[in-house]
Nanobody, 126 residues
Framework: QVQLVESGGGLVQAGGSLRLSCAAS????????MGWFRQASGKEREFVAA????????YYGDSVKGRFTISRDSAKNTMSLQMNSLKPEDTAVYYC???????????????????WGQGTQVTVSS
C-alpha cells in the first residue's frame, strides 16, 4: 500500500496560482499512474489530471486544460500540480491518487486508483 500526502493548498484570489504537491511512500517502486481529483462541496468527485510513470504522458480534465500542469519525479516519488489562472469554480478539496499496477483503461476514473491522500483545500476568492 502506498501512503500519499498532499500539501500546498490554500486561499488565493481569482487569476492567481497555486502549486500542489503529493509525496508517495511505502513502496520501493514508483506508482504506475498518479492523478489528481477534486471534490467541491455538494458535488461529485471530478478528475483533474493524471500522469504515467513511464514516458510521462499526461491527461487533463476539460475544465482545467491549458491552466493546470501535472508533473512527477518518479525517482523521488513525488507529483505536483501547477494551477494557474485560478477561478472560483476551482475551489475544492484536491486529492492525490495512485495506482501501482499496470492498467490500460481510462485513468480519469477514480475507482481504478489504489491509494488516496487525505486531501488539501484550495479556495479561490472572486
Amino acid at each position: 500500500q502506498v501512503q500519499l500526502v498532499e500539501s500546498g493548498g490554500g486561499l488565493v484570489q481569482a487569476g492567481g496560482s497555486l502549486r500542489l504537491s503529493c509525496a508517495a511512500s511505502g513502496r520501493t517502486s514508483s506508482p504506475y499512474v498518479m492523478g489528481w481529483f477534486r471534490q467541491a462541496s455538494g458535488k461529485e468527485r471530478e478528475f483533474v489530471a493524471a500522469i504515467y510513470r513511464t514516458g510521462g504522458s499526461t491527461y487533463y480534465g476539460d475544465s482545467v486544460k491549458g491552466r493546470f500542469t501535472i508533473s512527477r519525479d518518479s525517482a523521488k516519488n513525488t507529483m505536483s500540480l501547477q494551477m494557474n489562472s485560478l477561478k472560483p469554480e476551482d475551489t475544492a478539496v484536491y486529492y492525490c491518487a495512485a495506482r501501482n499496477s499496470w492498467y490500460s483503461g481510462r485513468i480519469s476514473i477514480g475507482t481504478i486508483y489504489d491509494s488516496w491522500g487525505q486531501g488539501t483545500q484550495v479556495t479561490v476568492s472572486s
